[in-house]
C-alpha cells in the first residue's frame, strides 16, 4: 500500500466503487449541502437525511456490505473500510449518511441475522431501504466501559416486556423511528437481552442528549418509563442481548479506523496545502523551514502507518483469522496517531486552526473524540496486554 492522498486500487471494481464515490461526494452531495445551507453545526432532521439516503440507495452506496438479497453488493470489511476512508476524507456535513453509518444499516449493525421475518419486514428491509432510520442504545451515564452496570431492566408482561431506565449517546436518536436497546432482565444481574424499540411507544421519550464537544446535534437520550415493548420486537432469545449488541466487536471496532484514518487524511493535505501557500515571516512559503517539514513528515509517516496496520489487519479478517488482539491494536495506534496529526495540524495553521468555522478546528475536536469513543485507549491497552498474556 504505497502512500497517496488519493489512494489508488489494484482491484478495477473497487477503484470504480471509490471514484464513483468520491464523484458523488465531491458533486452532486457538496451542491446539496450548499443549497441547504447545511453546515456542521446544523440540527440534522430527517427532511435533510432521507433525500440522501434515497440517494445513496440509489447509487449502491447505502448498505452496499450487505448481501445482495437485502439490496447490497456483498463486499468485504477492506472494501467498506476503503469507502469508509473516502467518505472522511471528503469533508461532507452528511458523509457520513451515505453508507449508512448514521442511522442506516451499518449503525444496525450484524442484528439482520438475528431478527425474525416480521422484524426484518417491519423494521430492518425499511431501513436498509433508507424509509426507517434506527439508533443503538446500550450505554448509561454509569454503564459506558463496563456494560454489565447497565441498570435498565425489562420485566415480563403477559406477551411483552416493561422496559424501564434511561440510556445516554445514542446517536442518530434524533431522527431515529426506533432504538436497539438491551436491558438486564428483572432481578438478574447478568441476563440482557435486545430489544426493537419504536420511538413512539408510550413510556418512551426522546430527549435532547449532550452535545458532544464536535458540536454536532446527532446525539439523543432515550427514556423509558414502564415502555411496553411486545414480545415479537425480542431481538433473537432472552439471554442474547449482550451477545447481539457486542457480537461484531472485533469488526466494528476495526472499521471505525478508516473513518478516522480519513479525517487525518484530509487534516494532512489541507495542512501541507497551507504551508505551500502561507508565507512566514521574511516572505518565504511555510514549507520551506524545515520545522514545517519536520511536522509535515511526522504527519504523513503516522498516517502510513496508520492506514497500513488497519487494513493488513482488514485483509487478515476478510481471510478468516482471528484478529482481536490486532484490532485492538488498530484502534489504539489510530485513534493516538490521528490526535497527533491534528494537533500539529492546529499547530502548523496557526490562528486559523483555532477558529471556530475552520475545518481543522472542527477536526481536532472530532479526532480527540475517537480515543474515547467505542472503547478508550486504555481500554484498547488492556485487550492487548491480555492477548499478550495467552501469546504462544
Not at 9 to 26: F, Q, T
Not at 58 to 64: P, R, V
Not at 98 to 116: F, K, Q, S
Not at 136 to 164: I, K, P
Amino acid at each position: 500500500m504505497t502512500f497517496s492522498f488519493r489512494p489508488v486500487h489494484d482491484d478495477p471494481r473497487l477503484a470504480a466503487l471509490v471514484e464513483g464515490l468520491r464523484d458523488y461526494l465531491e458533486g452532486e452531495l457538496a451542491d446539496y449541502e450548499n443549497e441547504r445551507g447545511i453546515t456542521r453545526e446544523t440540527r440534522l432532521t430527517r427532511a435533510d437525511l432521507e433525500p440522501v439516503w434515497r440517494r445513496s440507495r440509489e447509487l449502491g452506496f447505502y448498505g452496499i456490505h450487505l448481501p445482495e438479497e437485502y439490496g447490497g453488493q456483498g463486499i468485504g470489511n477492506t472494501w467498506l473500510a476503503a469507502l469508509k476512508e473516502e467518505a472522511g476524507a471528503s469533508g461532507r456535513v452528511l458523509g457520513h449518511s451515505v453508507l449508512g453509518d448514521m442511522g442506516g444499516p451499518l449503525r444496525a449493525g450484524d442484528i439482520l441475522r438475528h431478527a425474525t421475518p416480521r422484524q426484518l419486514e417491519t423494521h430492518l428491509l425499511p431501513l436498509v431501504r433508507g424509509e426507517r432510520a434506527c439508533c443503538f442504545s446500550l450505554t448509561e451515564a454509569d454503564a459506558g466501559s463496563d456494560v454489565r452496570a447497565m441498570t435498565t431492566t425489562a420485566v415480563r408482561d403477559g406477551d411483552g416486556y416493561r422496559l424501564s431506565g434511561r440510556k445516554v449517546f445514542s446517536s442518530a436518536g434524533p431522527f431515529a423511528d426506533f432504538a436497539i436497546v438491551v436491558a438486564r432482565a428483572a432481578d438478574t444481574e447478568n441476563t440482557f437481552s435486545a430489544f426493537l424499540v419504536d420511538l413512539d411507544s408510550p413510556g418512551c421519550r426522546v430527549l435532547d442528549g449532550a452535545t458532544p464537544m464536535s458540536g454536532e446535534h446527532i446525539e439523543s437520550d432515550i427514556v423509558l418509563d414502564d415502555c411496553f415493548v411486545p414480545r415479537a420486537h425480542l431481538l433473537g432469545e432472552e439471554g442474547e442481548g449482550l451477545k447481539i449488541a457486542l457480537g461484531r466487536v472485533t469488526t466494528n471496532r476495526l472499521l471505525h479506523c478508516p473513518s478516522a484514518i480519513g479525517a487525518a487524511r484530509r487534516a494532512l493535505q489541507l495542512t501541507r496545502d497551507r504551508a505551500l501557500t502561507r508565507k512566514a515571516a521574511g516572505g518565504q512559503p511555510l514549507m520551506a523551514l524545515q520545522s514545517i517539514q519536520h511536522k509535515l513528515a511526522d504527519m504523513a509517516t503516522d498516517l502510513y502507518a496508520a492506514r497500513s496496520m488497519t487494513y493488513a489487519a482488514l485483509v487478515a479478517l476478510d481471510n478468516g483469522a482471528d484478529v482481536r488482539a490486532e484490532a485492538f491494536m488498530c484502534k489504539l495506534f489510530v485513534a493516538e496517531a490521528a490526535f497527533r496529526i491534528l494537533d500539529q495540524a492546529v499547530q502548523i495553521h496557526g490562528k486559523e486552526g483555532l477558529t471556530q468555522g475552520n475545518e481543522i478546528e472542527y477536526l481536532f475536536r472530532k479526532t480527540r473524540m475517537f480515543r474515547i469513543l467505542t472503547g478508550t485507549s486504555e481500554i484498547q491497552r488492556n485487550g492487548i496486554a491480555k492477548s499478550l498474556a495467552t501469546l504462544t
